[in-house]
């Protein structure tokens, strides 16, 4: 439903091709677009449920860790996020008008 | 005041040890050590204000980050967090009684 917001085939195809490409990295187990309130774009990840936690919490952090940015100078502005645990690590890319998340094995990763 | 929480001297000993090493690496602004619930140990940055509220903010982002950690798979754990800005790069790395946080500029460092 939220699909119909990027209703531009161009930027479909766009984003398509950017998940396609991220997701054929080694190590990749997730890739995720969703718009700045947190509703989900598109995902490779198969739980739907827990995908739709993740991106609801996934914004919400984004969001903090943007202010806390702010906080040291609010000429900054928040460029990346990595979140590593020890199984894996969350790479979130915030933009203007959405948010990429990678979810990654980093010990696949050569 | 929160000094006394870490009473032992080698402790003590340590920690200003690690501030030293770390807060002589080419680019890092600043350095901090506080406790899970934010208290900050030992703190390298000279604004006492700005330093007190981003030790609050940076250990609820800690706290979310572990969260979200624990939604993909409660056995994992938060190991470390790379929040990257424009101008700085704040990494945290919490252990089990402490949160260490150094900010740094990483166009310095090399």
């Known amino acids: ?65 943007s202010s806390v940015v702010a906080l040291l100078n609010p000429d900054d502005e928040l460029k990346f996020l990595r979140i590593r645990s020890k199984q894996r690590e969350i790479l979130v890319s915030p933009e203007k008008e959405y948010i990429l998340v990678v979810i990654q094995n980093p010990n696949a990763v050569e």
């Open 1 to 65: 439903m939220s699909t119909s917001e990027v209703t531009d085939p161009s930027t479909i195809a766009e984003m398509e091709e950017t998940i396609a490409r991220i997701s054929s990295h080694k190590g990749v187990e997730g890739v995720m677009i969703m718009n700045r309130q947190g509703a989900m774009i598109k995902s490779t990840l198969e739980d739907k449920e827990q995908t739709t936690a993740q991106s609801a919490e996934l914004s919400n952090l984004t969001a903090k860790a």
